[in-house]
């Protein structure tokens, strides 16, 4: 079965930095997908950005970008110039693309404070 | 407008009852999702819904039961409730099958449902 590991229960960046938060995960596949979501304090989960394992290239929206390393099966999330509104909890997820599997499998999350 | 809706946002009820949590999607997906999210905040799929046909049912008790009464709805039934059914239960949707053709399969998340059982 499929998981997936955030090491850092709780990280913490200055207003304006860069911060990178953490994801491995394990899995016998080679095609599936990875997401990163946001959890605001408001409880609603945001899709943050997402990469499909075939493509080579790291995925990247705004100050959002990952660094995906199929052969270590890691997916780091690098949030560039941080801003207050980025606080919240965030979670990796992976998903297959296969049969009953197609549901998303999530770490436990890593709470990400911005301080001013 | 919303893209997944839930009802309530919040539910408060006693051991024993039966309640029911209501989740509607106006995005044209064809496959919606039920997840919990513990008190430590970890998610677990509980259930998804393909054209009114389930296609995963993962070991939850059989006290809850996702009813679909078509494919813009899937609402979740909660019989005799326990103490620990205490969660938030998030509904989803995506418009692909999970084991579908490799497009991109993004689930979109509704606001969640904080149920407390006393």
């Known amino acids: 079965a499929q998981t997936v590991t955030q090491s850092q229960p709780e990280m913490s960046v200055q207003e304006a930095e860069t911060v990178t938060l953490s994801c491995t995960y394990d899995?016998?596949?080679?095609?599936?997908?990875l997401f990163w979501y946001k959890q605001p304090p408001s409880r609603q989960m945001i899709l943050v950005i997402r990469q499909e394992a075939y493509k080579q290239q790291n995925a990247t929206e705004n100050r959002f970008s990952v660094n995906f390393q199929k052969a270590a099966k890691s997916f780091s999330l690098k949030i560039s110039d941080s801003q207050l509104g980025d606080a919240a909890m965030y979670f990796c997820a992976y998903r297959s693309p296969r049969g009953s599997q197609g549901n998303l499998i999530f770490g436990k999350g890593t709470k990400l404070s911005v301080k001013p | 407008d919303t893209a997944v809706s839930q009802t309530p946002k919040y539910l408060v009820t006693q051991m024993g009852n039966d309640k029911s949590i209501k989740c509607e999607q106006n995005l044209g997906h064809d496959t919606m999702y039920w997840y919990k999210q513990d008190s430590k905040k970890f998610l677990k799929i509980m259930f998804s819904?393909?054209?009114?046909?389930?296609?995963i049912n993962e070991t939850v008790p059989n006290r809850f039961s996702p009813k679909s009464p078509d494919k813009a709805h899937l609402n979740l039934h909660i019989n005799s409730l326990e103490l620990g059914d205490s969660a938030v239960y998030f509904c989803a949707s995506s418009h692909a099958l999970p084991g579908g053709s490799g497009r991109t399969d993004t689930q979109y998340f509704g606001p969640g449902t904080r149920l407390t059982v006393l």
């Open positions: 899995t016998s596949e080679s095609d599936y997908y």
């Open positions: 819904y393909n054209n009114k046909e389930l296609i």
